[in-house]
């Protein structure tokens, strides 16, 4: 017997997106894969998941490492490597911070405002070619210092911006996520982890799978069928529509047709069949 497909869960499907593993999931395409392209590591849901089952940090020292002494890894080595490799993993997180979505922001936020000033300033020398004036030269020497404290400022908050990010990375490795409810429903597209909705909406599928459950589904599909052939286009609310033409028997809890049905009703309904 095939089971037959009644709805999804859709509350238990969005718990699910919002489980602990969302965190490893966004962790991953912020970090993990960018690092283990930079030291090429192979790629994939299960190596992914291998990081981060491992000491995360401890993982990519060891690539950078191995790659050193082509492979061979002893843990006199390691201890030798150990000091030059955290410099090159320093490296690489701050290639990734300067290269990530934060400071593309950033930058195309400061860049809107230096812009704008600079704009300002070519219409007040355009103004200048045809003339000296002293409130022109005022309002282009005020410019030209806005632009000062906002290089200033840039570069204060790109500071706080990569060691907010370097803490990130940290608080990630000391959070020790993991896959874990997500394995199986997680794919790479684009080089990115990304959930595999086919399999999620399957997972979270709710089915009629046993004789008489098909059996009432069918039923109810008929009832549905009949209501409509009924109605028409004019069952408007649930309650109201249903006592148009039916009442409860108070003796067996029955559905029956009312006993005063009116006239008015087969005549409204009646020429839709």
Known sequence: MEKVLLNRDLSAEMYFYNGR???????????II?????????????????????????????????KKVNGVLWPSEWKRYQSEAE???DAALLEIIEQGERMKAFETEYNGYLSEYQNKIREIEQKLERGYNVELNQKKTALYTSIAKTEASRDRQRHEHIEDEKRDFENMVEAKLTLGMARGFVILDNDRLVYDKDAVEKR??????????IKLLDKVKQLAALINEVYGTQFFEPATAFYHFFSINKDNGRVVVKPDLEKETLVKYAKDI
Do not use: C
């Open 34 to 66: 960018p690092l283990m392209h930079k030291f090429e590591m192979p790629v994939s849901v299960k190596s992914i998941d291998e990081v981060f089952a491992g000491n995360v940090r401890g993982t990519f020292l060891d690539a950078i490492i191995r």
């Open 204 to 213: 979270f599928a709710v089915y009629a799978d046993t004789e008489q459950e």
């Open 21 to 31: 593993h969302s965190m490893a999931v966004t962790a991953a395409n912020k970090w």
């Open 87 to 89: 410099h090159v993993l």
